[in-house]
Nanobody, 117 residues
């Protein structure tokens, strides 16, 4: 059974940092391209960062230079380090495997990130 469990969200002031984690089970994690998505209220879910099995990364323009995706294949976990956070980063953050730019598995519960002073 596939499970994606996101954690690490919270309430942070603008300019602060958070590190999100996503633990995956039931998938061949090490061969998968993994991605972080986010969905803000009233908006569509969007990809913010992707990391291939060989470690190549790409980022949405809105987070490039501020966010960093990483993975630990031994722990079946993907991370998202978020720095210099802005109010517009407020959203529920999700992870998923990606094939041909489409999410593969049922979504987890996500983790809420709120940036506010």
């Amino acid at each position: 059974q596939v499970q994606l469990v996101e954690s690490g969200g919270g309430l942070v002031q603008p300019g602060g940092s958070l590190k999100l984690s996503c633990a995956a089970s039931g998938i061949f994690f090490s061969i998968r391209t993994m991605a972080w998505y986010r969905q803000a209220p009233g908006k569509q879910r969007e990809v913010v960062a992707r990391m291939t099995a060989d470690g190549s990364t790409n980022y949405a323009d809105s987070v490039n230079g501020r966010f960093a995706i990483s993975r630990d294949n031994a722990k079946n976990t993907v991370y998202l380090q978020m720095n210099s956070l802005k109010p517009e980063d407020t959203a529920v953050y999700y992870c998923n495997a990606v094939v041909r730019q489409a999410p593969v598995y049922p979504w987890g519960q996500g983790t809420q990130v709120t940036i506010s002073s």
